[in-house]
């Protein structure tokens, strides 16, 4: 049954609403009248007035209220279904077919195309079938001609995902033509994209049967169609349909594991269908990337896969050779055929090899001392690829990190082992990386160095000259290899560094030390990880197959080849989904189809709804029953009173703040202060607004951001004040009042340190506020996260949540504090990090094992500083600058809470110039132990000693600090 857009489940429980009369005369009636008795003392009530009377007849409203609760019961057991886009009548005289879009381009809409598809059978009759199309090809895609229930449709729509490949309609008719079904009418739920061939598969449908369309495009940003990289980062381009409007969307940069080490945003201006997302970031983070991906976007089409191919290689320089011209030198030539595919690093072979890069490359350097040939062997092992080049100096004498053993003399023209005429490149070995290359007989060698004759010597060989001496040689060494060009890097022995050639066999050479070779024509490449449908890592699917090397360039992703990372002889190949590009938004559909649009295609049951407002009803009508029969307890005014107070002290306790954030009220004390003058500051308005930016530019402040919790930025504002007063009476930095910054909108980077204090269930910052707290960071800003979690003794860490607080920022691995960090001695000598609890960790980067030394700040403080000690309450002071909470330790322990805050923001404003030991002997010399053993006249340094606590005997530490001191001077252990 339908009337209109509304369907009926249960049609004949409608005739209920027949007994709707009966119903509201039952109600209506009352009882019998009383029957009436003479007793002669009852005429002594004859002038009492009752104050109570029952009514002759139920009240209209409450006769309203009933049967508006039995209509709605009524209604609701009929099964109603709001459905604006079923189509009824002749048209349910045969089966349904229902087809649905489930390639990669659906995913971002793909509940929307399930509801759509679902409800086509809203509207036929109990005993109509429905038949299923799927047009991405699979192995086992169910066969249209399977005939299901309505039940059954609804539980097979319900247990689809998208795959990750594209659809294949021409296929999709080609199995409903099979199957031989002839539908009564046809619901296509489709991806509204791929312009021609979804004309041609709606007008084929449309022959069939009456065809209805609901078109679920991608709304947003919704695939990843390009990557370039270059030794600076890499730039990804982003696709969309809908040009009508600008718009923004983020590009995230993630490890294997999902990591997140970078965002970038993607601008696209009204009318443009790509935006280009660029990453600016260190090499080593880059080197670690794996993937990129849409924020916020499913869908296989919204990651992209980083394989060795593309990926921009960390190569080291180190040039034997010591002219002061550059554009000279042999290393210049290196330089300028690496720099279009590879990050460069000059150094030191020790800074180098701590650097861990792709390659090495050496420009003649004969021999190495025998510590750091031990330590180049290690690394080798380990899987880096040393390349060197000859020269007079390894010509003379070598080592043993060369591929073969060398002559102790070049071979030149005119020399002692001559050839009459300049030799060309002659041949590459089937089984050498350089494979495949041409040797242009313009290039001429003119010296070389010669290998001993070896046994080994023909494998060993990646590059012949035409009388067959080795031009390159190459051997494994553990997990890395050793290469040996046997000529200059410069044109002093010859003309290769002239030619494209030696930029190809440079980049060969790289990716074949990490075991790796640029040949593709040759091998298989078996699938490692495979995307799915949502756009997530999986496991290869037992239909997932190897495919060979010279098939990977125009491979498609399909069920035997999806898209995932292939591994092979060259290392890492992906296949990503939208390599191809992106199918064309439909724009002419055919007029003879229905189109439905997202009201028309959605269906609501509304049985619940209906049943549920029958038993709101039926309370009120309780409510009012029992008021209108007097059961309510009715209370004099002195007993709502006593039952106020009552609840006022029982619940009073519990309206206090928790444990962590009681306010006290302490009498003054030697530990309490007032108000500095000129702390405050002076504010800057402009256009009516006040002027952070200029106000932190003129005058130093420290800066939090609102959580949106008002106790915990309460404290956090005066904790601040607090820091920011002791450092403006007791040391050199005067800071103004603190400030409150948007991470979305402010400027941050005019604020030496930014503050976040973590309330429990803390809101996630949004994707902008997370990027620009990362640009802060890299530009050598300082975080300071306080979780306010240290009253939880068991814990070793309180930071397992930023995850979700802080999605995407670009965390290092962290480190707790060791007891002689520069950060013990920065301004006070302190041997713990105190707060409002006592004993917790502080937790700083990780300085084991970074790989670029760039990724941190040059002067090697940590831009994240991450404690759970409750510090901004231990610092909180009122108006009148008097403390706010309470600190575990009493006064002692807020005293050197406040000494490591100043610790903590000299370590911030001044680096780690205190890891030196220049200053001891003026430390010394401060505590009274100069040379001529008087009185020290002031100096700069005189601050670095905590001052005598009133009250306390703090002076009779001084020896042990003296001591200290002289050990640390003498480098004797403590």
Do not use: C
């Amino acid at each position: 049954m339908s009337p209109g857009p509304f369907l009926f489940g249960a049609p004949l429980a409608l005739l209920g609403l027949i007994a709707l009369p009966v119903i509201w005369y039952i109600l209506r009636a009352t009882p019998p009248a009383p029957q009436e008795a003479a007793l002669p003392s009852l005429r002594l009530l004859d002038d009492v007035e009752p104050e109570d009377e029952t009514p002759a007849r139920t009240p209209w409203w409450i006769l309203l209220l009933r049967l508006l609760a039995a209509a709605a019961a009524i209604l609701g057991l009929s099964n109603p279904v709001y459905a604006p886009g079923a189509q009824v009548g002749s048209e349910d005289a045969g089966p349904v077919l229902i087809v649905i879009d489930n390639g990669w381009t659906s995913t971002p809409r793909w509940g929307e195309l399930q509801s759509a598809a679902s409800s086509a059978l809203d509207g036929a009759s109990r005993d109509t079938a429905g038949h299923l199309l799927l047009t991405a090809p699979r192995t086992l895609n169910a066969d249209p001609a399977d005939r299901l229930t309505r039940t059954d449709l609804s539980a097979r729509i319900g247990s689809l995902d998208p795959v990750s490949w594209g659809t294949d309609r021409e296929d999709a008719l080609e199995r409903l033509e099979a199957s031989g079904i002839q539908p009564a009418r046809i619901l296509w739920a489709s991806d509204g994209l791929g312009s021609e061939d979804a004309r041609a598969f709606a007008d084929a449908l449309g022959a069939i049967a009456p065809l209805s369309i609901y078109a679920a495009a991608p709304r947003g940003p919704f695939a990843i169609t390009g990557l370039s990289s270059a030794a600076d980062g890499a730039a990804v381009t982003v696709r969309r349909t809908d040009t009508s409007n600008s718009a923004q969307t983020y590009v995230s940069a993630l490890t294997l594991d999902g990591a997140a080490l970078a965002t970038a945003e993607a601008d696209f201006a009204a009318g443009e269908a790509e935006a280009i997302a660029r990453f600016d970031v260190p090499a080593a983070a880059l080197a670690r990337v794996e993937r990129f991906a849409i924020t916020g976007v499913q869908g296989a089409g919204s990651v992209w896969l980083w394989d060795s191919a593309d990926r921009s290689r960390r190569v080291g320089l180190v040039s034997g050779d010591s002219t002061a011209q550059p554009l000279l030198s042999d290393m210049h030539y290196v330089r300028q055929a690496l720099e279009p595919f590879a990050h460069i690093t000059d150094g030191s072979i020790e800074e180098l090899i701590a650097a861990d890069p792709d390659a090495i490359i050496m420009t003649d350097i004969g021999q190495l001392a025998p510590e750091l040939e031990e330590r180049m062997a290690e690394w080798v092992e380990g899987g880096g690829a040393l390349i060197r080049f000859a020269g007079p100096r390894l010509a003379a004498q070598s080592d043993s990190l060369v591929p073969t053993p060398l002559r102790r003399s070049s071979r030149a023209i005119g020399g002692a082992l001559t050839w009459e005429d300049p030799q060309s490149i002659g041949s590459y070995p089937e089984t050498s990386p350089f494979a495949g290359l041409s040797s242009p007989a313009d290039i001429k060698i003119r010296q070389q160095v010669l290998a001993r004759p070896d046994p080994e010597l023909a494998s060993r060989t990646w590059a012949r000259l035409q009388d067959g001496s080795p031009l390159v040689t190459g051997a494994s060494r553990g997990q890395g290899t050793l290469v040996l060009f046997h000529v200059t890097a410069g044109p002093d022995w010859s003309d290769l560094p002239y030619s494209g050639t030696f930029v190809e066999m440079l980049r060969r050479a790289i990716a074949a030390g990490r075991g790796e070779t640029m040949q593709d024509e040759e091998g298989t490449y078996t699938p490692e990880v495979t995307v799915n449908g949502y756009g997530r890592l999986v496991s290869p699917g037992p239909n997932a197959s190897p495919i060979a090397a010279a098939d990977l360039a125009d491979a498609v992703p399909s069920e035997s080849h999806p898209p995932g990372l292939y591994r092979g002889p060259g290392g890492t190949r992906a296949i990503n989904t939208a390599a191809a590009g992106v199918p064309a938004l439909v724009t002419n559909w055919p007029t003879s189809a229905t189109l439905l649009g997202d009201a028309e295609a959605q269906t609501i049951r509304l049985g619940g709804l209906l049943l549920g407002l029958t038993g709101l009803l039926i309370a009120i009508d309780l409510l009012v029953a029992l008021a209108l029969a007097g059961r309510f307890p009715s209370l004099r005014r002195g007993a709502h009173a006593a039952v106020l107070i009552a609840g006022v002290a029982t619940l009073a306790p519990l309206a206090q703040p928790p444990a962590h954030a009681q306010f006290e009220d302490i009498s003054p004390n030697p530990y309490s202060y007032a108000i500095s003058p000129g702390y405050r500051g002076t504010e800057i308005e402009q256009n009516g607004e006040i002027d952070k930016a200029m106000e932190a530019l003129l005058e130093m402040r420290l800066a939090y951001i609102e959580t949106g919790d008002s106790k915990v930025d309460a404290v956090t504002r005066a904790g601040l004040r607090g820091l920011s007063l002791i450092l403006f009476r007791r040391t050199s930095v005067e800071p103004a009042e603190p400030h409150t910054v948007d991470p979305e909108t402010d400027e941050l980077d005019v604020y030496p340190m930014i503050v976040l204090a973590l309330p429990d269930n803390a809101a996630p910052l949004s994707s902008r506020a997370v990027e620009r707290l990362n640009a802060y960071l890299r530009n050598g800003g300082a975080l300071f996260i306080d979780t306010r979690r240290g009253g939880n003794v068991a814990s070793n860490n309180s930071f397992a949540d930023l995850d979700r607080v802080l999605p995407g920022l670009d965390t290092p691995p962290l480190q707790p504090v060791s007891q002689d960090h520069v950060m013990t001695r920065s301004f006070y000598l302190i041997d713990g990090f105190a707060g409002r609890y006592q004993d917790r960790q502080l937790w700083i980067e990780s300085s084991a094992g970074a790989a670029d030394a760039s990724a941190r700040r040059g002067d090697g403080v940590s831009g994240l500083i991450i404690g759970d000690a409750d510090y901004l309450a231990a610092w909180a002071i009122d108006e009148s600058g008097r403390p706010l909470l309470s600190v575990d330790g009493g006064d002692r322990e807020r005293e050197m809470a406040r000494r490591f805050g100043v610790n903590l923001m000299m370590y911030v404003l001044t680096g780690n110039y205190k890891e030196d030991q220049v200053h001891i002997p003026a430390l010394l010399e401060r505590l009274g132990e100069g040379e001529d053993g008087g009185e020290p006249a002031p100096t700069g340094i005189e601050r670095q000693i905590p001052p005598r606590l009133p009250g306390s005997e703090d002076q009779e530490d001084m020896p042990d600090i003296r001591e200290m001191l002289r050990r640390q001077q003498e480098g004797t252990p403590e």
